[in-house]
């Protein structure tokens, strides 16, 4: 007995489109001469070069992009990351734009996202890996909220070549021997022993995680893997992607963050990825894997023995230049400096809590608290590089005046949804 499962996603996006091709509803669509090019696709769905055509017209826009980004599969991500996910499945006029001023108008993520200031010194990139999961790099995120099961930190290694990453929690007070055994369970196993390893550690956690390592796979072969006591950058950013997708769902959900971790390792891995131009799941599988979103996708490629060697070989060497690519791009960003910031009178702007160490914190959830509050208006320019705020009663012991580098300007709709009750204000520093 085989089941069909049809989403009835489909029925109404049919229905969309129906009624945007009446003479009446088409202009608006912006489609004119394309219109010739829709085919339909097995579920009787207009498409543009397989790709499902959304009208304008009613919530179907809203719902896909909803979908894209606020779910506990997709975690908010970027403007970037989200169009190359959608665009293999949907394609309307001006979809690229429409996704990025989705992503800039959300509150959530104008709240827990990082920005990425370039630094001052010169970028020196590491020698590219040849193959999958040889090379990797590792580092810890500390001094999380305490879980019911008591995890407070996460381990997250990343592939140096696909990308790909594995999220593991655990305990700050693991001993090496533990942590030793969690890595042939969780890394050795799925991908074999790695030739090097890139961590900002100390040589002491090095000598020790490794005698316990070799211990625990049988070998008496001491650090016969390299490790190197430095960092690319590479963990350092996939940390912060994931704090980043932690911090949206401790404000979207309540509830452990270790919950939310396996949904954002897997949304990290099938997510595009610039410097490879791919998702990790694409380079590591040779496809991405299924979510929910992917409605319109039928069946399985299908490869002969050879073509998969071929396909292999080709997709490695193409990484391999993108990668390449990519770490010419930012050794030749990493030496410009970033343009003034200036606002006016009026904007409305979020406000930096995290350098705050003294003055401004958050009474709950420690290091996944967001990074901004706000939104606030601009009251008045003070000098030429601060602003003066409105601010809330419950911030009246604040001094409104703030530098520009403690603000952003946020361009959504929404309203906060961050108590200011959770905050606390240190009176000694006012």
């Given amino acids: 007995m085989k089941v069909m499962i049809t989403p009835n996603f489909l029925d109404q996006l049919k229905d969309a489109q129906v009624e945007a091709l009446k003479e009446e509803n088409i202009c608006s669509e912006r489609i004119f001469g394309q219109v010739k090019s829709l085919e339909e696709n097995d579920y009787g769905v207009k498409t543009r070069f397989s790709r499902m055509w959304v009208p304008r017209g009613g919530d179907i826009r809203k719902k896909i992009l909803d979908e894209a980004h606020k779910t506990r599969y997709s975690i908010h991500p970027g403007a970037t990351k989200m169009y190359q996910d959608l665009k293999k499945n949907y394609w309307w006029p001006g979809m690229k734009f429409n996704v990025m001023q989705y992503v800039n108008r959300c509150l959530t993520c104008a709240q827990v996202k990082a920005e990425h200031q370039k630094p001052y010194d010169r970028l020196q990139p590491l020698e590219i890996p040849k193959w999958k999961w040889e090379h990797i790099t590792m580092d810890f995120i500390t001094k999380l909220p305490r879980t019911t099961q008591g995890y407070d930190t996460i381990w997250v290694v990343v592939d140096r070549l696909t990308k790909s990453a594995h999220f593991l929690p655990i305990r700050e007070s693991y001993s090496s021997e533990r942590l030793a055994e969690i890595f042939v369970n969780e890394i050795v196993a799925r991908h074999g022993v790695p030739i090097s390893i890139v961590s900002d550690r100390d040589t002491r956690f090095t000598f020790r995680f490794w005698k316990k390592f070799h211990d625990a796979m049988g070998s008496k072969l001491l650090i016969s893997t390299a490790y190197h006591p430095q960092t690319d950058g590479q963990s350092e950013r996939t940390i912060q992607t994931l704090e980043d997708m932690l911090r949206a769902c401790a404000v979207d959900n309540e509830g452990n963050w270790n919950k939310h971790l396996p949904l954002a390792e897997f949304s990290y891995n099938n997510s595009y990825h610039s410097s490879i131009d791919m998702a990790p799941f694409e380079m590591l599988y040779g496809r991405k894997c299924r979510t929910p979103i992917c409605w319109g996708e039928v069946g399985q490629k299908e490869l002969r023995n050879l073509e998969v060697v071929r396909a292999t070989t080709e997709r490695l060497e193409q990484i391999k230049s993108r990668m390449k690519a990519a770490q010419d791009r930012q ?100």
Wanted: aromatic residues 10%; positive net charge; glycine residues 4%.
């Fill in 331 to 430: 050794k030749s960003y990493a030496d410009k400096r970033r343009r003034p910031i200036e606002f006016q009178v009026g904007d409305m702007v979020l406000l930096k809590v995290s350098p705050w160490k003294g003055l401004i914190r958050f009474r709950k959830r420690g290091k996944l608290r967001p990074r901004y509050i706000g939104p606030f208006k601009i009251l008045a320019r003070v000098g030429e590089v601060a602003y003066r705020l409105e601010l809330p009663d419950e911030l009246s012991k604040i001094h409104p005046t703030f530098h520009v580098s403690y603000l952003r300007k946020c361009l959504t709709d929404e309203t906060s949804h961050i108590p200011y009750d959770e905050i606390e204000i240190d009176n000694k520093l006012n």
